[in-house]
């Protein structure tokens, strides 16, 4: 049965698209097939499998509209092992476009269904604010994946994200649940860090993975080569950290 998980936190620079391209790149290298949609108009997630954003035919906006069907959209990035439905700028314009339009938080739900079972696994890269696009993926997806850093104004975000993924469960979406908090950026030699984490743990209990993304530098370098930090580096701390993430994720009973 195919998972679809958001990449989600209403706060900016936690390493959403980090997570979701390298966690991508991992469950493809353990032998999953993956697909990674990018739901955000910067396009990150694009340039960082390898693919110019500028260049494409279709993207998720023409799927969100009805213009063109998933299938036509996809597309097979070279180097790193999963299938792309990419963006751009013209996401952007989806916002407006999409207030008019029949079932308008499902369109994503609606066009999946087509695929989602030629993959074990969907993730969805969201925007750092609750918007249309942000809630297409949260009524497409099974589950929440929150990566946050150990840092105070961090809780205060993790609080409203969760009051709004319990709203969109009781009114929208009674499949969507969080599935895990991902610990990233983490340093433990910062004593804040440790306490956040700790504080993490006794309130979500085993919601918080075992895993910890530490802070790196070639996570932060592989995007300017289009590759996610396990295909540029796969010997780093960083890559390691995320292939045992993505083995954590396939082996919890989810």
């Not at 260049?55 to 070279?78: C, E, F, M, N, R």
């Not at 969080?178 to 993490?200: A, G, N, P």
């Given at each position: 049965?195919?998972?679809i998980?958001?990449?989600?936190?209403q706060?900016g620079?936690v390493?959403?698209?980090?997570?979701?391209?390298?966690l991508?790149?991992?469950?493809?290298k353990?032998?999953q097939?993956?697909?990674?949609?990018?739901?955000?108009?910067?396009?990150n997630?694009?340039?960082?499998?390898?693919?110019?954003?500028?260049?494409?035919?279709?993207?998720?906006?023409?799927?969100?509209?009805?213009?063109?069907?998933?299938?036509?959209?996809i597309?097979?990035?070279?180097?790193?092992?999963?299938s792309?439905?990419a963006?751009?700028?013209?996401l952007?314009?989806a916002?407006?476009e999409?207030?008019?339009?029949e079932?308008?938080?499902?369109r994503?739900?609606?066009a999946?269904?087509?695929?989602?079972?030629?993959?074990?696994?969907?993730?969805?890269d969201?925007?750092?604010?609750?918007?249309?696009?942000t809630?297409n993926?949260l009524?497409?997806?099974?589950?929440?994946?929150?990566?946050?850093q150990?840092?105070?104004?961090?809780l205060?975000?993790?609080?409203?994200?969760?009051n709004?993924?319990?709203?969109l469960?009781a009114?929208?979406n009674?499949?969507?649940?969080?599935?895990c908090?991902?610990r990233?950026?983490?340093?433990?030699?910062?004593?804040?860090?440790?306490?956040?984490?700790?504080?993490?743990?006794?309130h979500f209990?085993?919601?918080?993975?075992?895993?910890?993304?530490p802070?790196?530098v070639?996570?932060?370098?592989?995007?300017?080569?289009?590759?996610?930090?396990?295909?540029?580096?796969?010997?780093?701390?960083?890559?390691?950290a995320y292939?045992d993430?993505a083995?954590?994720?396939?082996?919890k009973?989810l």
């Amino acid at each position: 049965m195919t998972k679809i998980f958001c990449i989600a936190n209403q706060k900016g620079g936690v390493g959403k698209t980090t997570t979701t391209v390298n966690l991508a790149a991992s469950l493809a290298k353990l032998g999953q097939r993956v697909l990674l949609i990018d739901l955000d108009p910067q396009g990150n997630a694009t340039m960082g499998s390898g693919v110019d954003k500028h260049s494409l035919p279709s993207t998720i906006y023409h799927v969100l509209l009805g213009l063109k069907p998933i299938s036509a959209a996809i597309v097979q990035p070279p180097e790193v092992g999963y299938s792309l439905l990419a963006a751009n700028r013209d996401l952007a314009g989806a916002e407006i476009e999409l207030v008019d339009l029949e079932r308008r938080e499902y369109r994503l739900k609606d066009a999946l269904l087509e695929v989602q079972h030629q993959y074990d696994y969907i993730l969805i890269d969201c925007p750092p604010s609750l918007s249309m696009l942000t809630l297409n993926g949260l009524c497409s997806a099974g589950g929440v994946i929150i990566p946050m850093q150990c840092e105070y104004f961090a809780l205060e975000g993790l609080s409203d994200l969760v009051n709004t993924i319990r709203s969109l469960h009781a009114h929208l979406n009674p499949d969507l649940k969080i599935i895990c908090l991902l610990r990233v950026m983490f340093d433990m030699r910062i004593t804040l860090q440790q306490q956040v984490s700790d504080q993490l743990k006794a309130h979500f209990g085993d919601k918080v993975f075992d895993t910890v993304i530490p802070r790196n530098v070639r996570l932060a370098e592989a995007p300017s080569y289009g590759l996610p930090g396990v295909i540029y580096d796969a010997s780093s701390r960083g890559a390691k950290a995320y292939l045992d993430f993505a083995s954590e994720l396939i082996h919890k009973k989810l």
